[in-house]
């Protein structure tokens, strides 16, 4: 038999198969149970806004979180200090500040070496050696140019 | 302030809720076949088919309200239907026992075995189909063969529909052929 009548006529027969007498009331029965279609837009309202607090509390933390960790979230780069902080180092000396109560003005511990060094340094023990002699005048000897002389050569004259 | 009062109105007042249930009531009486006929032939088994069909209705008429076109409503409703059957068939784990259901299902009692034989390759070759050949082959038959209404169901010229009907059958064809 041709198979193509047979897809037709399977075709019809399988597709023109009805529903049980009672579908249709089914259907009506279950939409009449369902909620109104506004009830539909509540969760989706619901979980939009939701996603939009949650979004908002996490940006605004990490805006917050940010600024405060900013020195120790970059290692490399060193705290800039001005001159003051130097110029207390003569009251920064141990025996000076009161151990219990920190010194409101950030202090830099050194070894007490350095600090003579400095010490002396501010106070202008130290002076710079004086700069070296400049020559007045640069003697330059007199190129003097020799002529080349080529040797003879041996084997005879060219022709 | 003057109240007019409804019985004076030209044409009765209803509320748009009421409006649109009584559209989709008629919507209703007349798709219903349509989408349990679109899933039963995905699916083959009435049950399974039914549920399917119900759950499309239902998400028809949720969604009714947002509907703009609503000459396009058989369409979509044939889409939906199409894709929850595909959907439950591919998660259904009875594949087995409906194979067997979707020959008697298409068959009577007085039909003969090797009639059911062939009417089961004939089911294994449409589902080897392509999907939009397979879904424009299944809804001719839905339909009886009328091209223009294949094209407006799938919202395609009727050039289209006749191209993907020809590869279809022409598909068909070859796979029973190499069957036999």
């Known amino acids: ?159 | 302030m003057t109240r007019i009062r409804a019985e004076y109105l030209p044409v009765p007042v209803v509320s748009l809720d009421a409006e649109l249930e009584r559209e989709f009531e008629s919507r209703l009486a007349e798709c219903s076949t349509l989408a349990f006929r679109v899933a039963f032939s995905v699916l083959r088994h009435r049950e399974d088919a039914e549920d399917v069909a119900q759950d499309a209705l239902v998400r028809a008429h949720r969604s009714f309200h947002k509907l703009r076109h609503r000459d396009r409503f058989q369409a979509w409703l044939v889409r939906t239907t199409w894709r929850l059957a595909l959907d439950h068939r591919r998660g259904e784990q009875r594949r087995l026992v409906r194979q067997f259901d979707h020959v008697c299902a298409s068959t009577t009692p007085d039909d003969t075995a090797e009639t059911r034989e062939r009417a089961g390759h004939l089911w294994e070759a449409i589902d080897a189909l392509p999907e939009k050949l397979r879904l424009a082959l299944v809804l001719s038959g839905i339909v009886g063969h009328d091209i223009a209404e294949v094209a407006r169901l799938l919202r395609l010229p009727e050039g289209t529909v006749k191209s993907r009907l020809f590869h279809a059958r022409r598909e068909i064809q070859e796979r029973l052929q190499w069957i036999r």
């Open chain 1, 1 to 159: 038999m041709d198979p193509m009548i047979d897809l037709d006529r399977e075709l019809a027969r399988s597709t023109q198969v009805d529903p049980s007498p009672d579908f249709t009331a089914r259907v009506r029965a279950r939409i009449a149970n369902e909620p109104p279609a506004w009830q539909w837009r509540v969760p989706g309202l619901a979980i939009a806004m939701t996603a939009a607090i949650a979004i908002g509390v996490a940006a605004s933390n990490l805006l917050g979180l940010l600024p405060a960790s900013g020195p120790t979230a970059t290692p490399g780069v060193l705290e800039r200090r001005s001159l003051n902080v130097v110029v207390p180092l003569r009251a920064s000396v141990p025996a000076m500040t009161p151990p219990d109560r920190p010194s409101p003005v950030q202090r830099i511990v050194i070894s007490k070496s350095e600090m003579l060094a400095l010490q002396q340094l501010f106070a202008g023990a130290i002076v710079a050696p004086p700069p070296a002699p400049i020559a007045d005048e640069l003697s330059i000897s007199e190129l003097v140019i020799e002529a080349i002389v080529m040797p003879p050569i041996p084997g005879g004259e060219r022709q």
